[in-house]
């Protein structure tokens, strides 16, 4: 398995408090992504990024943001959390972006945001 | 609409029988495709690729067909492990490889 370790696993936060989820890999990946997973709607890109300090958005990108000063670790920040972001999010590596370059993912974070 | 589109099923087949998916995509563009397994309450992992002269792995084949712009997965003499969603993934398409994904198919393969 891709070295690949979120964190935390699971949160429960109030509404309107800071909230970070790590994502840490040992691949040496140039790639990193944020997904969110929620009923009905699959895995929707948040943000992610080519290389340190390479970040774009992603199709649901409002309300989150991210940072990544090292190749191994991705930040996902959600700046004031709302009831809407409460879901479980995936952090995945690739190797290159190519088109032969599968994703790998961690184990998911499970927020609740109450 | 999104870019990739999958019945989400579910799909209830008895052990043994065979079972088949497709997945539709509205970019032309996309390049590459895959198909990745996702058990309950666990991570995404990637089941195969999926190349334009079909490819097979065991019991499952993926097929590619552009014309059409659609997947295919086929699960032959399925398995109760086999149990899980299956989700479909495009890439390449505008000269960005960010894996895009479909929603999901659900499969229950029962006694």
């Known amino acids: 398995d891709a070295g690949i370790t979120q964190s935390p696993r699971h949160k429960v936060t109030e509404t309107g408090t800071p909230v970070t989820l790590r994502c840490h890999q040992t691949e040496n990946h140039r790639y990193m992504y944020w997904y969110r997973q929620d009923p009905g709607h699959g895995l929707r890109l948040i943000h992610y990024s080519y290389g340190v300090k390479d970040t774009d958005k992603g199709e649901v990108s409002d309300g989150y943001s991210v940072s990544r000063s090292k190749t191994e670790d991705f930040l996902l920040t959600l700046e004031s959390a709302t009831s809407s972001q409460t879901s479980v999010y995936f952090c995945a590596i690739s190797e290159t972006g190519g088109e032969t370059s599968e994703a790998f993912f961690g184990q998911g974070t499970r927020l609740t945001v109450v | 609409r999104k870019e990739v589109e999958q019945d989400p099923g579910p799909f209830n087949v008895p052990e043994g029988a065979t079972v088949a998916f497709n997945c539709t995509y509205s970019?032309?563009?996309?390049?590459?495709f895959f198909w990745y397994r996702q058990d309950c309450r666990k991570e995404p992992k990637l089941l195969m690729s999926?190349?334009?002269s079909g490819n097979e792995d065991g019991r499952f084949t993926a097929q590619l067909n552009r014309a059409s712009q659609y997947i295919s997965l086929l699960i032959r003499d399925s398995k109760l492990s086999d149990s899980a969603t299956y989700l479909c993934?495009?890439?390449?398409?505008?000269?960005?490889?960010?894996?895009?994904f479909g929603r999901g198919t659900s499969l229950i393969v029962h006694p």
């Open positions: 993934v495009g890439q390449g398409s505008g000269g960005s490889y960010i894996p895009t």
């Open positions: 970019n032309s563009a996309s390049q590459s």
């Open positions: 999926v190349y334009s």
